[in-house]
């Protein structure tokens, strides 16, 4: 593979960093065994799977025989707010997704998160999450990445 999942990783989340309001942001290498409630709006970008298309004489990408396609996906994880009021705790979550949403849309143009080797991303889903770290319940959201590197 030309770039390596740890580099995918980091520039996500440095690109990601610049959402507005978040307050601090982790790569896979990064990521702590707890959260404190300050640190909030947190961002966490770790890999989750790969799948790779076999190599073939007829694979059509580029109109070139024998490169393999490698989807790969990234988990990016919204932590907004320490679950406290329900109200508040929406209204967080909804505020920092739309902040990292308005990133996403900003990527329009290659290199995708200025990494060259990200031949195409998708969005595959957003969902509103309560998350349980350390014992302790968040309320944020999980975006899942389909990256293609080829």
Request: charged share 25%.
């Amino acid at each position: 593979m030309a770039i390596t999942l740890g580099e995918i990783c980091d520039a996500i989340e440095s690109t990601l960093s610049a959402a507005t309001g978040m307050n601090r942001t982790q790569s896979y290498d990064e990521i702590t065994e707890g959260i404190n409630a300050g640190d909030c709006p947190l961002m966490q970008v770790y890999w989750e799977s790969l799948v790779m298309d076999p190599s073939g004489g007829t694979d059509r990408t580029s109109f070139q025989g024998g490169i393999r396609q490698k989807q790969i996906t990234i988990h990016v994880d919204i932590y907004a707010s320490q679950r406290g009021n329900i109200k508040d705790d929406m209204k967080r979550t909804v505020d920092i997704v739309d902040t990292v949403l308005d990133v996403f849309e900003a990527q329009n143009k290659k290199p995708y998160f200025a990494l060259d080797g990200i031949k195409a991303f998708k969005v595959d889903s957003a969902t509103r999450t309560l998350f349980n770290y350390a014992g302790v319940d968040f309320a944020g959201a999980r975006f899942i990445l389909s990256i293609w590197v080829y």
